[in-house]
Nanobody, 130 residues
């Protein structure tokens, strides 16, 4: 049974850093495209980062590019989101999502749309205080 659980959220001061983790069970993170999304209060869900399984591509939204880094550690069977230079606009619930197709890669167009993802975690909340 495919399952992902996010962790690492919390309260951080503006300018600070956090690392989120997405722990996978029932599958290997090495073989599936995985993304991070977030949803801020009163706003639509936003795709912020995607890591492919086999073509080496990584994508970021403009809102986080240069500040966030997505990575995968096979031995941990986790995907991470390292976040730095956080600001109040980063306050949101962060979700991990899995493209359920074996050896899937991030779609160069549309990776940030939730349509392509089959499995989602429950989210972890990040609050950035100014």
């Amino acid at each position: 049974q495919v399952h992902v659980v996010e962790s690492g959220g919390g309260l951080v001061q503006s300018g600070g850093s956090l690392r989120l983790a997405c722990a996978a069970s029932g599958f290997s993170v090495d073989y599936y495209a995985m993304s991070w999304f977030r949803q801020a209060p009163g706003k639509e869900r936003e795709g912020i980062a995607c890591i492919s399984s086999s073509d080496g591509n990584v994508y970021y939204s403009d809102s986080v590019k240069g500040r966030f880094t997505i990575s995968r550690i096979y031995e941990d069977n986790r995907v991470y989101l390292q976040m730095s230079s956080l600001n109040a606009e980063d306050t949101a619930v962060y979700y991990c999502a899995v493209d359920g197709s074996f050896r899937s890669n991030c779609r160069s167009v549309g990776w940030a749309s939730g349509t392509w993802y089959d499995y989602w975690g429950q989210g972890t909340r990040v609050t950035v205080s100014s």
